[in-house]
C-alpha cells in the first residue's frame, strides 16, 4: 500500500512522534536532553511553530505543536533532526543514521482532543512504567502545566487558558485531569492516528479535512475501491 503524503496544515495542532532506530536511545545523558530541548526552541521560533508540550523518553520523544504556515513543522523537523544527528553522532562516537525513519505525526481537533493529547504525552512514562506519576519524570512539560516549573520553551494553547481564571486554577485543573487519566479508546486513538497519518477527530472534523484537503484522513474500508459509473 502506498504511503499516504504526510499531512501539515497551518493553524492546526499536531501530535508527533520520533523513535530512535532499532529503538535504540537517542538520549543517553541530561546534556542530550537539554541539547535537543535547546533545538526546538529555536528552530520553533525560526520556523514559526507554537511548541504546546513535550516529553521526551531514551528511545523517543512526542511534541504537540501548531505551525503558523504549512510548511513550518516539516521545517522544524527536519532542522532540528538533522542538526541533534550531527550533535549525537559527534558526541558518543558514532555513525549513520539516529532515527526509525520519518516521523509520525497526525493533525489534532482541538476542542475535542488538544487536551486528552497533553495528557497523554504526560502520561507516557507512566505508561513505559518509568514514573509512578507524570510529575515525576522530569523531562516534559508537565511541570509547566502544573505549576511546578516555568518553561519558556513553551506557548500555551487557548484551551489551557480556558481551565480557570486564575494560574492556580489552571493549574490544578490540568494537574486533576492528568490524574484521571484517559480512556483505553482514547489511547487508543491518538496512537493510531499518529501512527498511521489519519486525523484525530469526530467524523464532521476528518469529513471536512479530507474535503478540502483531498488527502485520505481515516483508516481505509477494507476491500477493493468502488468502481467509477460507466458513461
Known amino acids: 500500500m502506498a504511503r499516504l503524503p504526510r499531512l501539515t496544515l497551518a493553524g492546526q495542532p499536531h501530535h508527533v512522534i520520533q523513535r530512535g532506530n532499532n529503538r535504540q536511545a537517542i538520549f543517553v545523558d541530561r546534556a542530550d536532553r537539554q541539547m535537543f530541548l535547546q533545538l526546538l526552541g529555536e528552530n520553533a521560533q525560526r520556523f ?25 513543522l516539516p521545517q522544524w523537523m527536519q532542522a532540528v533532526g538533522r542538526r541533534y544527528v550531527r550533535y549525537f ?13 520519518r516521523y509520525k505525526s497526525t493533525v489534532i481537533q482541538s476542542d475535542r482532543y488538544l487536551l486528552a493529547c497533553m495528557a497523554y504525552i504526560d502520561l507516557n512514562p507512566v505508561r513505559a512504567g518509568v514514573a509512578a506519576e507524570a510529575r515525576e519524570h522530569p523531562w516534559s512539560s508537565h511541570a509547566h502545566y502544573a505549576g511546578l516549573a516555568q518553561d519558556r520553551l513553551l506557548t500555551p494553547h487557548p484551551l489551557y487558558w480556558s481551565l480557570g481564571n486564575t494560574p492556580f486554577a489552571r493549574e490544578a485543573a490540568y494537574a486533576e ?44 474500508r477494507p476491500g477493493r475501491p468502488a468502481r467509477p459509473p460507466e458513461h
Open 48 to 72: 514559526g511553530v507554537a511548541l504546546h508540550a513535550y516529553v521526551l523518553m531514551d528511545n523517543h520523544f512526542h511534541l504537540l505543536a501548531t505551525p503558523s504556515t504549512a510548511d513550518g
Open 89 to 101: 553522532n559527534d558526541r558518543h562516537g558514532r555513525s549513520g543514521t539516529l532515527w526509525e525513519g
Open 177 to 220: 485531569m492528568v490524574r484521571a487519566g484517559l480512556s483505553i479508546s482514547a489511547q487508543a486513538l491518538l496512537t493510531d492516528a499518529t501512527l498511521h497519518g489519519w486525523a484525530a477527530g469526530d467524523t464532521e472534523f476528518v469529513d471536512s479535512l479530507q474535503k478540502t484537503t483531498g488527502r485520505r484522513t481515516t483508516k481505509a
